[in-house]
C-alpha cells in the first residue's frame, strides 16, 4: 500500500500517489472508461499515469494549463472528493455537478461516491517490483538482473552464453516475464535450430488454398514480425523477444535485414518480402538470446552479430550464477554437500576442459539428493558430458566414473571440505529451474 507513496519521494510530478477507488471514480466521471474493478492494483496505478497524461495534454488549451501528473491529479482528486462549492461556481452549476458525480467520500457510510466496493482498498496503490520477484524466484542477486535490464536499455539486445545446464534459458524467460510485468502477450519465446530460415523467423511466402481450389502464396508474418508489430501498436509498454539456443542457426541468413534495423531502431529497411513496404524495428522490443559455449562446432559468432549484442556470461564459478546451487539448496534445506561436490570437481575440471565445459549446477537441482539419486544423477546426466570431451583417453575417463569422484571428492560431499565464502542469499521460491 506504501509503495506509491514511496515513489512520490523519488519523482512526486511522474510518479504520484494514487488511491484506487478515486483514479476509477474519475474514468467515469469523465467519460474514459468503466472502473475496471477486476484490475489487479499494479495496473491500476500503470492506467492511472495514462489518463493523467491524457489530462495535461488535453489542458494545453486551458488558461491555465497542468504542469505534470501531480497537477493533474490533484485535479481529479479535488472534483471527486470537495463538499464545498468552489468560488466562482454558481449554485445551478454546483447542483449539476454533484448530482452527476454523486455523493463523495465520507458523505454517505458506504462512500458510494467514491467508486470503492465492499472490500475494496482504497488506500495508495503499490507497484509490484517485478525484477525483485523475479531475483527471489531465480536465487541470484537483484543487482546482477538491474545489469542485464541495463544492457538491453543500451542496446536493445543481449546474448547469455555459457555450458548448459547454468541456468540461461531459466533466467532468460523469468527476466523477460518481470519485464514485461507478467503479461505474456508482450513476450515471446522462440528457440533456433540447423534448420531455422529468415521465413520462420521474420516472414515469408507460404502456400495457400483458395476457394476455388488453387494453390497461391500469402505473406506470412513469422514471430519477429508478430511481436514487433505489436510492440509498434503499444509503444508505452516494454515488449521482450527470447531467443534460446541463438548460435545454433546460420544467423546472418536468418537474421537478414534484422541486422541493420537492430543497429538503429529510428532507421527502417525494405525487407526481402516488402521491397515496397518499409519496416522499423520499434524501440521497445528487446531480444534475450541465450548461447550454449559447450559445442565449439555452434558456439562461434561473427563480428557483425557481437557489434549488435551485448554478451553477458554464465559460468557455474563465476559471475551470477556462483553458488547457486548452495543458495537453492540452502533455501529448501537441501544437501548442501552437493553444492561443496559440484564446486570442487568443478575447479579441477576448469585446469583439464577448460571454463565453457564445467558442470551447470540445474543437473543437481532436485528434491532427491539421496545416494542413489546422485549416482543415477552423476552415471546419465554428468558422466556423459566429461566422457565426450576426454574422448580416447581411458585412464582420464575412468577417474571420473562415480566411485572414483565419490572417493576423490569425499570431505566435499560430507561438508567437512573448506567452506567457500559466503555470497549473499536471496530469499527462495517454489520455482524449479530448467537446464539451459
Known sequence: EAGAWLLTAEDPATLPPVRTGMARKAWEL???????????ASQVYERALIFLDELMRDSGEWESPL?????????LQALVTCTAKPAGWPDELWGQFTAYRGPAPGQDSDEA???????????????????AAAAKDLHTDRAALDE???????????????PPGTGKTHLAVRLARAITEADRARMAVVQFHPATSYEDFFEGLRPKVT??????YVRTSGPLVVIAEKA???????YVLVIDEINRANLPKVFGELLFLMEDRTEPARTLYRPEEPFLLPGNLWFIGTMNTADRSVAIIDAAMRRRFHFVPFFPHDGPMKNLLRRWLGDRGGRIGVADL???????????????????????????????????????NVFPLIEEQLWGDRDAIAQWRWDRVRERFAAALS??????????????????????
Open 232 to 238: 509498434a501498436a503499444d509503444p508505452t509498454h516494454q
Open 30 to 40: 469523465s467519460g474514459w472508461g468503466p472502473g475496471n474493478d477486476s484490475l489487479p
Open 148 to 162: 542485464i535490464v541495463e544492457l538491453l536499455d543500451d542496446k536493445g539486445q543481449v546474448v547469455l552464453y555459457g
Open 113 to 131: 461516491g467514491s467508486g470503492a466496493k465492499d472490500g475494496e482498498d482504497t488506500g495508495p496503490v503499490g507497484l509490484v517490483d517485478h525484477i
Open 415 to 436: 561438508g567437512t571440505a573448506a567452506q567457500p565464502a559466503a555470497a549473499s542469499t536471496p530469499e527462495g521460491s517454489s520455482d524449479e529451474p530448467s537446464p539451459a
Open 211 to 216: 476457394d476455388a481450389g488453387q494453390v497461391t
Open 67 to 75: 504542469r505534470d501528473r501531480l497537477d493533474a491529479y490533484a485535479l
Open 342 to 380: 559440484l564446486d570442487a570437481v568443478n575447479e579441477e575440471l576448469l585446469t583439464l576442459v577448460g571454463e565453457h565445459l564445467l558442470i551447470g549446477p540445474s543437473h543437481f537441482m532436485k528434491t532427491d539428493l539421496s545416494d542413489r539419486a546422485l549416482v543415477r544423477i552423476w552415471t546419465y
